[in-house]
C-alpha cells in the first residue's frame, strides 16, 4: 500500500465570520498527480494554501508525517523546502531574469559556486522544455505558457518532493496546455514528483490526473479517480462533464 | 552525508542533495580519487548529480540513480551561454547617455503636453471636471494640516532668529518686514513647491506607473479615450488651482508665526504688526510669490506623469521611477524658482 504523502483531516478555514472551508478530508498518495476540482470561489485555492501554511486553519494536515498545525518553525521550514510552488500568475520577481528567477532557492539554500547553480538552472530549464535563450530574458519579455514554465522551473529547483500548482494550463493556447500536462506528467514519472494541482481544465483531469477531489459548497464532494468522479450525482459536475465543454469526454467514458 | 575512502573509490551515503555539494567539493578538492560509488545513497537530487556529471570522475551507481542521471544527461548542455559583462567605462557612458535620453524623452513629452494641450482648449468638454476635484481634494485640500504646520514654523524660526539681532539694534518693529517679505516673495511658494513635489508627483507616478504595468493604459488607449484626457490634464489643472490657493495660506500661516513670535520676544503688539505690515509689503511682494505658482504647479504635475510613463513593467522600477520623481522635481522646483529671482530683478518687481 502507498503510503499518504499529504493527509487532510476536519479542515477548517474561515475569515472572520465567514466559513471558507468547513471539514475537509483529503489524501494524497506518495507519487500520484492529484487534481483538485471545484467551481469558481469554492475554496480549491484556499485549500491549497492551507496545506501551503500561508493560510490559518484549524484541524490536521499532515504531510509526511508531519502535523502542519502543531509542528515547530524548524520542521515547517523542512517541509517548505520540499514543496514546489507555482502560483496562477507564475509571479515570477519581474526585476530578475529568467536564470536569477531560477537560482534563487538554490542561493537561499545552499552555499554552491556560481557555476554549478549555472548549470542546474540550465538543466531545470530544459528539463521543463525552455530555450536556452531565455535565461537572459525578464518574465515581461516571454509570453504567457513561457512565464508558467520559467515559474515550473523555479518550482522544480530544490527537487521537491510535492509540487503545487495552481491552474498550471489557464491562459495557455491548448497545444501549449498539452505541452504543459505532458511535461507534468513527465516529471512526475521520471523523478517520483508528487504533484498537487488546481484545475478546471477537463483535458489535464482526464488526461494526466490519477486521483481527484471535488470541493463544493465548503466541504469535498468526492474523491476518487477521475472515472469515480465523473459518476458522481451532482449537478454543478454533470454540467461540467456533459456539458458543451465536456462534451467530448462522453468518448473517453465509453473507452 | 558520510564518506567512506578506498585507495581511488570514494563511497557516498546519506543524503546526497545541493545542500552537500560544497561538503563534497572541499573535499574534492583535496584528495585524490577517480571513482564515486554513489549506489549506498538514500537520497540523491539533480543538483548533486549535475556536480557530479561536471567533475568527468566515474560513476558507479545503482539502476534507480542511473535512470536519474540519464534524465539529467539528456537535458544537459555543454555550450556555455555567454553573461554580459560591463566595464567601468562602460557604465559610466551608458549612465550618462540614459541620463540624455531621459531629458529628451521629458521634452519629447512636455511636446505631447502641449499640443494635446491646445486640443483640449478647443474642445473643453474633454477636461474631467470630476477627476479634477477629487484630485484637488487629495493632493490641494489634504494637504492643508501639514502645510499650515510647516510654513507657521517657518514663520516663527525667521521671527525667532531675527529677533536676537534686531533686539541688539532696538529695531523690534522690522521683525514684520523680516518676516512677511522672506514669506511672502520666497519661503511660502517654495514650501508648497517642495511639500508638493514630494506628496502630489510621487502619488502621480506610482498611480501612472501601476497603471502601466497592469496594461490599464493600453486599456484606456482600446477604448479610444486619450489616455492624457483622463491622467495628465486633469492633475495638471488641478495643480494649477491647488498650488495658488496653498500658497495664500502658507503665506497667512507664516506670518501668523511671525506675528506670535514677534509679540512673545520682541512685544510687538498686534495692532503694530499689521500697521508695520502696511508698509513692510505692497501687492508686488504677494505677486513675486504667487507669480511662480503656475510653473511650480506644471512642473510638479508634468514631472510626476512623466515619470509614471516612463516606468518600466517590472516592480524594481516603480521605486526607479518614484525616486526620480521626487528628486526631479524638487529639482525642477528650486531651479525655476533661482531663474524667477533674476528675471523679478530685472522687471524690477
Known amino acids: 500500500m502507498v503510503r499518504n504523502i499529504i493527509k487532510v483531516r476536519n479542515l477548517k478555514v474561515s475569515y472572520g465570520d465567514r466559513t471558507v472551508l468547513d471539514s475537509v478530508n483529503i489524501s494524497v498518495k506518495d507519487g500520484e498527480i492529484y487534481t483538485i476540482l471545484g467551481k469558481s470561489g469554492s475554496g480549491k485555492t484556499t485549500l491549497m494554501r492551507s496545506i501551503l501554511m500561508l493560510e490559518k486553519s484549524t484541524g490536521i494536515i499532515e504531510v509526511m508525517g508531519v502535523d502542519l498545525n502543531k509542528a515547530n518553525n524548524d520542521d515547517k521550514d523542512l517541509i517548505k523546502k520540499s514543496y514546489g510552488v507555482m502560483f496562477q500568475a507564475a509571479s515570477l520577481f519581474t526585476s530578475l531574469t529568467v536564470g536569477e528567477n531560477v537560482a534563487v532557492p538554490l542561493k537561499e539554500g545552499a552555499n554552491i559556486d556560481n557555476n554549478i547553480i549555472f548549470d542546474i538552472v540550465r538543466f531545470k530549464l530544459s528539463l521543463v522544455g525552455l530555450d536556452e535563450n531565455v535565461f537572459n530574458l525578464y518574465p515581461y519579455e516571454l509570453s504567457g505558457g513561457m512565464r508558467k514554465k520559467a515559474a515550473l522551473a523555479r518550482a522544480l529547483v530544490l527537487d521537491p518532493k510535492i509540487i503545487f500548482l495552481d491552474e498550471p494550463t489557464s491562459g495557455l493556447d491548448p497545444v501549449s496546455a498539452d505541452d504543459f500536462d505532458k511535461t507534468i506528467s513527465e516529471l512526475n514519472k521520471l523523478l517520483g514528483i508528487t504533484v498537487v494541482m488546481i484545475t478546471h481544465d477537463l483535458d489535464s483531469f482526464f488526461g494526466i490526473s490519477n486521483r481527484a477531489c471535488v470541493i463544493r459548497d465548503k466541504k469535498v464532494l468526492a474523491e476518487g479517480t477521475p472515472y469515480d468522479i465523473m459518476h458522481q450525482d451532482d449537478k454543478w459536475l454533470k454540467n461540467l462533464f456533459f456539458g458543451n465543454r465536456g462534451r467530448k469526454f462522453t468518448q473517453w467514458n465509453q473507452r | ?349
Not at chain 2, 40 to 61: C, Q
Not at chain 2, 193 to 199: K, N, P, S, T, V
Not at chain 2, 321 to 348: H, M
Open chain 2, 1 to 349: 552525508m558520510r564518506l567512506e575512502s578506498k585507495g581511488k573509490k570514494v563511497r557516498l551515503f546519506g543524503n546526497l542533495t545541493y545542500k552537500v555539494i560544497k561538503e563534497f567539493d572541499r573535499y574534492a578538492k583535496k584528495e585524490t580519487f577517480n571513482e564515486i560509488d554513489l549506489s549506498g545513497a538514500e537520497l540523491l537530487d539533480t543538483s548533486f548529480i549535475i556536480y557530479l556529471l561536471k567533475t568527468n570522475k566515474k560513476l558507479a551507481v545503482s539502476e534507480k540513480q542511473k535512470q536519474l542521471i540519464d534524465i539529467v544527461k539528456k537535458n544537459l548542455k555543454d555550450r556555455p551561454i555567454k553573461i554580459k559583462k560591463t566595464g567601468f567605462f562602460y557604465d559610466i557612458g551608458f549612465l550618462t547617455i540614459s541620463k540624455l535620453k531621459h531629458l529628451y524623452h521629458f521634452l519629447v513629452f512636455l511636446g505631447e503636453v502641449f499640443i494635446k494641450g491646445l486640443d483640449l482648449i478647443l474642445k473643453p468638454k474633454r477636461l474631467r471636471f470630476k477627476m479634477i476635484a477629487k484630485d484637488i481634494e487629495l493632493m490641494g485640500f489634504n494637504a492643508i494640516p501639514i502645510l499650515a504646520t510647516i510654513s507657521f514654523l517657518i514663520g516663527a524660526v525667521i521671527a525667532y532668529h531675527g529677533a536676537i539681532r534686531l533686539k541688539q539694534f532696538g529695531a523690534n518693529i522690522f521683525v514684520v518686514d523680516l518676516v512677511s517679505v522672506s514669506v511672502l516673495r520666497e519661503l511660502g511658494p517654495l514650501i508648497v513647491a517642495i511639500l508638493l513635489a514630494g506628496r502630489s508627483s510621487s502619488s502621480y507616478t506610482t498611480q501612472i506607473g501601476i497603471m502601466k504595468i497592469t496594461e490599464e493604459i493600453d486599456v484606456i488607449k482600446t477604448m479610444g479615450i486619450e489616455p492624457f484626457d483622463v491622467l495628465v490634464f486633469p492633475k495638471i489643472v488641478s495643480m494649477l488651482i491647488s498650488v495658488p490657493l496653498l500658497i495664500i495660506l502658507a503665506d497667512i500661516s507664516g506670518v501668523l508665526g511671525g506675528i506670535i513670535v514677534a509679540k512673545l520676544s520682541l512685544g510687538v503688539t498686534l495692532r503694530d504688526f499689521i500697521l508695520r505690515l502696511h508698509h513692510a509689503i505692497d501687492i508686488k511682494t504677494f505677486l513675486a510669490g504667487i507669480l511662480k505658482a503656475p510653473a511650480f504647479a506644471f512642473l510638479i504635475a508634468t514631472i510626476g506623469s512623466f515619470e509614471g510613463f516612463m516606468t518600466q513593467k517590472n516592480v524594481e522600477s516603480i521605486g526607479e521611477s518614484v525616486t526620480d520623481s521626487v528628486v526631479n522635481s524638487i529639482f525642477a522646483v528650486i531651479i525655476a524658482d533661482a531663474i524667477f529671482s533674476i528675471l523679478f530683478r530685472w522687471l524690477g518687481i
